[in-house]
C-alpha cells in the first residue's frame, strides 16, 4: 500500500512525461534486480561457508557432504553430533538458533536459508 502510495505522489510531482516515466521504471527494475542478485551472492557464500563447516566437523567423511545430504541418513550424525554442528553454526554466523527450528534443519541447504531469512528480518 505504501510503494503505491509513492509511486503516485512521484508521478504527481514528476508529471506525466513519458520519458520520465520510462527512466523511473528502469531505475525501480535495476534496483529490484541490483538487490535480487546480492540476496543469491550472498545466499551462495553462506552455503559455502556452511558446507564449509560441515567438512570440518570431525565425525563426518568430508567427501560425503552436499549441499542436500541429510545430516542423520547421508551423514550419520546422531542427536548429540547435530547439537554440536547447530552450535557451530550459531559461533560461525553469530546467530541463535532454537532447539524447535535446528530440529528442522536436515542439510546444508535448511541451514543457509534458515541463516539468510534471519538476516533478513534483523535488517527489515
Not at 37 to 43: D, E, P
Not at 110 to 119: P, Q, T, W
Request: aromatic share 4%.
Amino acid at each position: 500500500m505504501q510503494s503505491i502510495r509513492n509511486s503516485i505522489l512521484w508521478h504527481v510531482r514528476m508529471g506525466s512525461s513519458p520519458q520520465k516515466l520510462m527512466l523511473a521504471e528502469r531505475g525501480n527494475v535495476l534496483k529490484c534486480l541490483s538487490r535480487h542478485l546480492c540476496a543469491s551472492t550472498n545466499t551462495d557464500q553462506i552455503l559455502d561457508r556452511v558446507v564449509g563447516l560441515v567438512k570440518k566437523f570431525d565425525k563426518i567423511e568430508s567427501s560425503k557432504v552436499t549441499k542436500t545430504a541429510d545430516f542423520h541418513k547421508d551423514l550419520s550424525l546422531d542427536s548429540l553430533d547435530r547439537v554440536e554442528l547447530v552450535m557451530a553454526f550459531e559461533e560461525e554466523f553469530s546467530i541463535e538458533i532454537p532447539e524447535e527450528k535446528a530440529d528442522k534443519l536436515t542439510c546444508c541447504v535448511d541451514v543457509a536459508r534458515y541463516i539468510v531469512s534471519e538476516a533478513e528480518k534483523k535488517s527489515a
